[in-house]
Protein backbone atom coordinates (compact mmCIF):
# COMPACT_ATOMS: atom_id res chain seq x y z
CA UNK A 1 0.00 0.00 0.00
CA UNK A 2 2.99 2.60 0.73
CA UNK A 3 4.22 1.82 -2.81
CA UNK A 4 0.83 2.70 -4.17
CA UNK A 5 0.87 5.89 -2.45
CA UNK A 6 4.21 6.75 -3.43
CA UNK A 7 2.85 6.28 -6.97
CA UNK A 8 -0.02 8.56 -7.12
CA UNK A 9 1.93 11.34 -4.95
CA UNK A 10 4.75 11.85 -6.73
CA UNK A 11 4.70 13.29 -11.13
CA UNK A 12 6.99 10.19 -12.68
CA UNK A 13 6.77 12.16 -16.32
CA UNK A 14 8.41 15.04 -17.72
CA UNK A 15 5.37 15.31 -20.55
CA UNK A 16 2.08 13.54 -21.11
CA UNK A 17 3.66 12.14 -23.84
CA UNK A 18 6.21 9.86 -21.82
CA UNK A 19 3.11 8.81 -19.48
CA UNK A 20 1.31 7.57 -22.00
CA UNK A 21 3.90 5.95 -23.73
CA UNK A 22 4.38 3.87 -20.28
CA UNK A 23 1.24 3.53 -19.80
CA UNK A 24 -0.54 2.66 -23.01
CA UNK A 25 2.67 0.07 -24.02
CA UNK A 26 2.67 -1.20 -20.38
CA UNK A 27 -1.17 -2.25 -20.70
CA UNK A 28 -0.77 -3.16 -24.37
CA UNK A 29 2.63 -5.46 -23.42
CA UNK A 30 1.16 -7.34 -20.12
CA UNK A 31 -2.57 -7.37 -20.68
CA UNK A 32 -2.77 -7.54 -24.22
CA UNK A 33 -5.41 -4.83 -24.06
CA UNK A 34 -6.44 -2.97 -27.62
CA UNK A 35 -4.83 -0.03 -28.10
CA UNK A 36 -7.35 3.14 -27.87
CA UNK A 37 -5.49 4.11 -26.33
CA UNK A 38 -2.15 2.44 -26.88
CA UNK A 39 0.68 4.51 -27.23
CA UNK A 40 4.03 3.79 -29.11
CA UNK A 41 7.02 5.70 -27.75
CA UNK A 42 10.48 7.05 -29.16
CA UNK A 43 13.62 5.50 -27.26
CA UNK A 44 14.49 8.55 -25.52
CA UNK A 45 11.36 8.02 -23.26
CA UNK A 46 10.78 4.56 -23.01
CA UNK A 47 12.53 4.81 -19.75
CA UNK A 48 10.78 6.65 -17.39
CA UNK A 49 8.80 5.14 -14.93
CA UNK A 50 10.83 4.77 -12.78
CA UNK A 51 11.07 1.06 -13.14
CA UNK A 52 7.31 0.18 -12.22
CA UNK A 53 6.31 -2.87 -12.82
CA UNK A 54 3.53 -5.66 -11.86
CA UNK A 55 1.13 -4.10 -9.82
CA UNK A 56 2.53 -0.70 -9.02
CA UNK A 57 2.99 -0.23 -12.39
CA UNK A 58 -0.62 -1.33 -13.59
CA UNK A 59 -1.66 1.18 -10.56
CA UNK A 60 -0.09 3.89 -12.49
CA UNK A 61 -0.63 2.56 -16.20
CA UNK A 62 -4.60 2.52 -14.64
CA UNK A 63 -4.69 5.89 -13.65
CA UNK A 64 -2.72 7.53 -16.77
CA UNK A 65 -5.34 6.14 -18.60
CA UNK A 66 -7.92 6.97 -17.01
CA UNK A 67 -7.08 10.77 -17.10
CA UNK A 68 -7.18 9.87 -20.62
CA UNK A 69 -9.85 8.93 -21.19
CA UNK A 70 -11.34 12.52 -19.64
CA UNK A 71 -10.26 14.22 -22.83
CA UNK A 72 -12.86 14.58 -25.98
CA UNK A 73 -13.12 11.83 -27.94
CA UNK A 74 -11.41 13.93 -31.10
CA UNK A 75 -8.52 14.56 -28.36
CA UNK A 76 -7.87 11.21 -27.40
CA UNK A 77 -8.01 10.35 -31.45
CA UNK A 78 -5.30 12.44 -32.59
CA UNK A 79 -3.10 11.63 -29.64
CA UNK A 80 -3.49 7.92 -30.61
CA UNK A 81 -3.28 8.85 -34.73
CA UNK A 82 0.20 10.65 -33.61
CA UNK A 83 1.75 7.89 -31.77
CA UNK A 84 0.72 4.62 -32.29
CA UNK A 85 1.70 1.98 -35.08
CA UNK A 86 -0.07 1.74 -38.00
CA UNK A 87 0.46 -1.89 -38.28
CA UNK A 88 1.74 -4.59 -35.42
CA UNK A 89 3.99 -7.29 -35.36
CA UNK A 90 1.42 -10.63 -36.36
CA UNK A 91 2.99 -14.41 -35.69
CA UNK A 92 0.03 -16.43 -36.98
CA UNK A 93 1.97 -18.08 -39.19
CA UNK A 94 -0.87 -17.79 -42.02
CA UNK A 95 0.85 -18.89 -45.47
CA UNK A 96 -0.92 -15.27 -46.46
CA UNK A 97 0.80 -13.14 -43.19
CA UNK A 98 3.99 -10.83 -44.41
CA UNK A 99 4.22 -10.42 -40.74
CA UNK A 100 2.05 -7.43 -39.37
CA UNK A 101 -1.53 -6.39 -39.84
CA UNK A 102 -3.88 -3.66 -39.45
CA UNK A 103 -3.87 -2.09 -36.08
CA UNK A 104 -7.37 -1.40 -35.27
CA UNK A 105 -7.30 1.39 -33.10
CA UNK A 106 -4.84 3.27 -34.79
CA UNK A 107 -7.34 2.94 -37.76
CA UNK A 108 -10.20 3.77 -35.74
CA UNK A 109 -8.66 6.65 -34.29
CA UNK A 110 -7.99 7.92 -38.07
CA UNK A 111 -11.60 7.45 -38.80
CA UNK A 112 -12.32 9.23 -36.21
CA UNK A 113 -10.01 12.54 -36.95
CA UNK A 114 -11.59 12.28 -40.69
CA UNK A 115 -15.17 12.66 -39.51
CA UNK A 116 -14.03 15.70 -37.34
CA UNK A 117 -11.82 17.30 -40.65
CA UNK A 118 -14.43 16.61 -42.89
CA UNK A 119 -16.53 18.68 -41.28
CA UNK A 120 -14.72 21.74 -40.29
CA UNK A 121 -11.48 21.72 -42.42
CA UNK A 122 -12.79 20.53 -45.61
CA UNK A 123 -16.46 22.16 -44.98
CA UNK A 124 -16.57 23.70 -48.36
CA UNK A 125 -14.72 20.77 -49.95
CA UNK A 126 -16.24 17.91 -52.37
CA UNK A 127 -15.44 14.83 -49.68
CA UNK A 128 -13.77 11.76 -51.34
CA UNK A 129 -13.14 9.86 -47.83
CA UNK A 130 -9.85 7.68 -49.18
CA UNK A 131 -8.39 11.23 -50.10
CA UNK A 132 -8.69 12.53 -46.77
CA UNK A 133 -7.25 9.29 -45.10
CA UNK A 134 -4.46 9.31 -46.95
CA UNK A 135 -3.40 12.56 -46.43
CA UNK A 136 -4.14 12.24 -43.03
CA UNK A 137 -2.14 9.20 -42.64
CA UNK A 138 0.56 11.38 -44.31
CA UNK A 139 0.15 13.72 -41.80
CA UNK A 140 0.44 11.57 -38.79
CA UNK A 141 3.55 10.30 -40.26
CA UNK A 142 2.62 7.09 -42.09
CA UNK A 143 3.64 6.49 -45.86
CA UNK A 144 6.18 8.87 -45.79
CA UNK A 145 7.76 7.42 -49.02
CA UNK A 146 4.68 7.72 -50.58
CA UNK A 147 3.92 10.88 -53.64
CA UNK A 148 1.11 13.45 -53.20
CA UNK A 149 0.67 11.50 -56.64
CA UNK A 150 0.03 8.80 -55.37
CA UNK A 151 -2.11 9.75 -53.17
CA UNK A 152 -3.96 11.35 -55.73
CA UNK A 153 -4.17 8.28 -58.38
CA UNK A 154 -5.35 5.85 -55.28
CA UNK A 155 -8.55 8.54 -54.39
CA UNK A 156 -9.26 8.90 -57.87
CA UNK A 157 -8.68 12.86 -58.21
CA UNK A 158 -6.27 15.30 -59.42
CA UNK A 159 -2.84 16.49 -57.95
CA UNK A 160 -4.55 19.90 -57.53
CA UNK A 161 -7.27 18.54 -55.46
CA UNK A 162 -4.95 16.08 -53.54
CA UNK A 163 -2.47 19.25 -52.53
CA UNK A 164 -5.40 21.46 -51.90
CA UNK A 165 -7.27 19.03 -49.38
CA UNK A 166 -3.44 18.62 -47.78
CA UNK A 167 -3.32 22.36 -47.24
CA UNK A 168 -6.55 22.85 -45.29
CA UNK A 169 -6.01 19.70 -43.04
CA UNK A 170 -2.47 20.39 -42.24
CA UNK A 171 -3.88 24.22 -40.78
CA UNK A 172 -6.67 22.02 -39.29
CA UNK A 173 -4.64 19.99 -37.85
CA UNK A 174 -1.08 21.86 -37.35
CA UNK A 175 -2.58 25.60 -36.74
CA UNK A 176 -0.76 28.99 -38.38
CA UNK A 177 1.29 31.27 -37.22
CA UNK A 178 0.17 33.45 -39.65
CA UNK A 179 -2.68 36.28 -38.40
CA UNK A 180 -5.91 35.92 -40.10
CA UNK A 181 -5.13 32.31 -41.02
CA UNK A 182 -8.22 31.47 -40.09
CA UNK A 183 -8.10 28.32 -37.50
CA UNK A 184 -5.29 29.58 -35.44
CA UNK A 185 -4.27 26.99 -33.22
CA UNK A 186 -4.03 23.49 -34.46
CA UNK A 187 -6.18 20.14 -32.96
CA UNK A 188 -3.09 18.48 -32.63
CA UNK A 189 -1.81 21.35 -30.15
CA UNK A 190 -5.15 21.28 -27.99
CA UNK A 191 -4.54 17.83 -27.86
CA UNK A 192 -1.21 17.77 -26.02
CA UNK A 193 -1.85 20.57 -24.05
CA UNK A 194 -5.40 18.81 -22.87
CA UNK A 195 -3.46 15.68 -22.24
CA UNK A 196 -0.77 17.57 -20.13
CA UNK A 197 -3.28 19.82 -18.09
CA UNK A 198 -5.06 16.15 -16.90
CA UNK A 199 -1.91 14.73 -16.07
CA UNK A 200 -0.37 17.26 -14.27
CA UNK A 201 -3.22 18.15 -12.21
CA UNK A 202 -3.45 14.70 -11.11
CA UNK A 203 0.30 14.54 -10.32
CA UNK A 204 1.36 12.35 -12.84
CA UNK A 205 3.90 14.57 -15.12
CA UNK A 206 6.03 17.49 -13.23
CA UNK A 207 10.00 18.23 -13.69
CA UNK A 208 11.92 15.01 -12.41
CA UNK A 209 14.38 17.45 -11.63
CA UNK A 210 12.36 18.35 -8.59
CA UNK A 211 11.71 14.88 -7.16
CA UNK A 212 13.23 14.20 -4.50
Not at 23 to 45: C, G, H, I, W
Not at 66 to 78: D, M, V
Request: overall charge neutral; some cysteine.
Amino acid sequence: MANHATIISEPLFRSAHAALVFALNFTMQQYDRPLMNKVASNDSERGEGKGLSGQDGAAQAGMIRRRLSTLPPLQQAIMVARTAPATLVCSCGAPCCQGRQANLEWTAAIRLVADSAEKEALASCSINRGLTLGLLARLFGQGRGQQMSDIAEQAGVSSNTATNHLSRLKLWLHGSKTRGAGFGVGQEALAIFAAEQALIDAGIVGALDDIA
